[in-house]
Structure formats: structure tokens, C-alpha cells
């Protein structure tokens, strides 16, 4: 599976803690000390993006409403397709709730 080239102490290690995050005001905390406002930014839109995808819109409805490049939408589309199906986790998830 594609995501053992992922795996190591480093990255365990920011998952451990990010499961220690309990709240969403935590999680802003975390981020905001974790990166870059564009990488946040970045990382939210991926998820709108296969959000999206996953209703069934059109790249074009994608592209004007998250500003997200052709490129982009097409990586998340691959994702959605022949990854390792954490988008469709955490969108069914997100669907339950």
C-alpha cells in the first residue's frame, strides 16, 4: 500500500500528537504554531476539493468555487481513485456527523 513510504518515528510522532487534540480551538492552536497559513490553507482546499469530486461536480463548479488549480483537482482525483482512501474515510465520517 502506498502509504508505507509515509511511515517513520518523525511523522508517528505528529500523528500521536495530533491525536492528543481534543478540541477544535485546539487544533487552530496546533496548526497555526505548525505551519504556514498557505499550507493550512492549502490542505483545507484538497479536502473541499474531494469533497466535491466526491458529489459528483464538475471541475469547473471546483475550480470557481475553491480557486483550486486543474492540477490539484486532478492529484485529489487520483487520490479519490487509486489511493490509499483517507478522503473517503474522513468524508464518510464527516457525512455521518
Not at 497555526?32 to 490553507?41: K, P
Not at 490542505?43 to 471541475?59: C, H, I, N, S
Amino acid at each position: 500500500m502506498q502509504i508505507d513510504k509515509l511511515r517513520g518515528e518523525q511523522l508517528d510522532q505528529l500523528f500521536d500528537a495530533m491525536l492528543t487534540i481534543e478540541t477544535r480551538e485546539e487544533f487552530y492552536r496546533f496548526f497555526d504554531d505548525l505551519a504556514t497559513m498557505n499550507e493550512i490553507q492549502s490542505l483545507a482546499q484538497r479536502l473541499q476539493v474531494a469533497k466535491m469530486l466526491d458529489q459528483g461536480d464538475t471541475y469547473s463548479q471546483i475550480e470557481q468555487e475553491t480557486k483550486a488549480s486543474t492540477a490539484t483537482i486532478s492529484r485529489v482525483r487520483r487520490c479519490l481513485d487509486y489511493g490509499s482512501e483517507g478522503y473517503k474515510i474522513a468524508l464518510e465520517r464527516l457525512n455521518d456527523k
